[in-house]
């Protein structure tokens, strides 16, 4: 299990209060689950929340929504690029979150490019799942740092689904990365499948196709990787925020 897992559990070892939920809300296993979903993908809007299919209407998800928020274990942001909040972990959920999580929430920053990113993979996970695959997983839960041959390399993959019985780890860019910085990526998944008997494959998701191109620049030896914009895959990102 990653150090980085979220636990349905308070730290301290005692059981959660379904009755009160500590703050006389009743918690369910729902709502667990929802805390558990927004922490490690870091936000969530509320049409995402709908279609991860956690609540069958806007009424219903509304209502529970906002009864999260006014408790304390969601909090609100005010998005200017979407007609919807955004939500993210809120205080009262912090006993719920495993140490490691705690203090990766407690170090997040609001900024824009983060928040267009975390929404854009989201978007790229429910694409996915649509299309048939399953499994999917978490960055927080995929964060290596290894040494091959005395080299250090670092993989921080966006989220990774299965198809039958290969993962695949995904990538998401904004176009904000430098080029060296995408192929030190790569490097890093190279030589996981040179040193692994594990098979995988790599998509990137880019904006455009000459991003894509200008990213697969470059051997990929033996990594099995594909390509895809957000338009190929049917995602219509958030206008830009500045």
Same mark, same amino acid.
């Given at each position: 299990?990653? #150090?980085?897992?979220?636990?349905?559990?308070?730290?301290? $070892?005692?059981?959660?209060?379904?009755?009160?939920?500590?703050?006389?809300?009743?918690?369910?296993?729902?709502?667990?689950e929802l805390i558990?979903?927004?922490?490690? #993908?870091?936000?969530?809007? =509320?049409?995402?929340?709908? =279609?991860? $299919?956690?609540?069958?209407?806007?009424?219903?998800?509304?209502?529970? @929504?906002?009864? @999260?928020?006014?408790?304390g274990y969601l909090?609100?942001?005010?998005?200017? *690029?979407?007609?919807? =909040?955004?939500?993210?972990?809120?205080?009262?959920?912090?006993?719920? @979150?495993?140490?490691?999580?705690?203090?990766?929430?407690?170090?997040?920053?609001?900024?824009?490019?983060?928040?267009?990113?975390?929404?854009?993979?989201?978007?790229?996970?429910?694409?996915?799942?649509?299309?048939?695959?399953?499994?999917?997983?978490?960055?927080?839960? @995929?964060?290596?740092? *290894?040494?091959?041959?005395?080299? /250090?390399?670092?993989?921080? &993959?966006?989220?990774?689904?299965? /198809?039958?019985?290969?993962?695949? *780890?995904?990538?998401?860019?904004? $176009?904000?990365?430098?080029?060296?910085?995408?192929?030190?990526?790569?490097?890093?998944?190279?030589?996981?499948?040179?040193?692994? #008997?594990?098979?995988?494959?790599?998509?990137?998701?880019? &904006?455009?196709?000459?991003?894509?191109?200008?990213? #697969?620049?470059?051997?990929?030896?033996?990594?099995?990787?594909?390509?895809?914009?957000?338009?190929?895959?049917?995602?219509?990102?958030?206008?830009?925020?500045?």
């Amino acid at each position: 299990k990653s #150090s980085s897992e979220i636990h349905l559990h308070p730290t301290s $070892g005692e059981k959660p209060n379904h009755g009160t939920g500590g703050l006389g809300l009743k918690l369910t296993a729902r709502d667990l689950e929802l805390i558990r979903d927004v922490a490690l #993908s870091h936000v969530l809007s =509320r049409d995402q929340v709908i =279609r991860i $299919g956690y609540f069958t209407s806007i009424s219903r998800a509304n209502r529970r @929504l906002t009864a @999260l928020t006014e408790e304390g274990y969601l909090r609100i942001y005010d998005s200017p *690029f979407a007609g919807q =909040r955004l939500y993210w972990i809120g205080r009262q959920s912090l006993p719920y @979150l495993s140490v490691d999580v705690q203090k990766l929430v407690g170090g997040r920053v609001g900024s824009p490019r983060f928040l267009r990113h975390s929404l854009a993979v989201t978007e790229v996970r429910l694409a996915l799942l649509a299309q048939g695959a399953t499994a999917w997983r978490y960055e927080s839960e @995929l964060w290596r740092k *290894f040494k091959v041959q005395g080299v /250090n390399y670092e993989v921080r &993959p966006d989220g990774s689904v299965r /198809n039958g019985q290969i993962s695949t *780890f995904i990538e998401v860019d904004m $176009g904000n990365v430098s080029q060296s910085k995408f192929e030190a990526k790569i490097d890093a998944y190279k030589a996981i499948q040179k040193g692994s #008997s594990v098979k995988f494959n790599l998509l990137i998701v880019a &904006p455009t196709k000459a991003r894509l191109n200008k990213l #697969s620049k470059g051997e990929a030896g033996a990594l099995d990787i594909s390509s895809s914009t957000f338009d190929e895959l049917g995602i219509t990102l958030p206008g830009a925020w500045s």
